[in-house]
């Protein structure tokens, strides 16, 4: 059974860092490229950072180019997400997914806040 579990989410406060981990199951981790969503109160989901499967490509939403960095360790199942200079609008919860061929259901996501 495939099954994503997203953790490090937290309270911080802006311009500061957290790292969220993604442990993935139930499938060969190494085909699929992986990605981190996010979803702010009343918005749609959205894709935030992308990474292939050998992990040599990597790609940005522009609003958190240069701040977020997405990496992943295919002998631990594991996708991360570096996150410095937080800033209001990155308050969201955070998920993660395969693709091609997202799965469903989505794990339970991770809450990021950013607040003073």
């Known amino acids: 059974q495939v099954e994503f579990v997203e953790s490090g989410g937290g309270l911080v406060q802006p311009g500061g860092s957290l790292r969220l981990s993604c442990a993935a199951s139930g499938f060969t981790i190494s085909a699929y490229g992986l990605r981190w969503y996010r979803q702010a109160p009343k918005k749609e989901r959205e894709v935030v950072a992308e990474?292939?499967?050998?992990?040599?490509?990597?790609n940005y939403d522009d609003s958190v180019k240069g701040r977020f960095t997405i990496s992943r360790d295919n002998a631990k199942n594991t996708v991360y997400l570096q996150m410095n200079d937080l800033k209001y609008e990155d308050t969201a919860i955070y998920y993660c997914n395969r693709y091609p061929g997202t799965y469903e259901p989505w794990g339970q996501g991770t809450q990021v806040t950013v607040s003073s």
């Open positions: 990474i292939t499967s050998t992990g040599r490509t990597t």
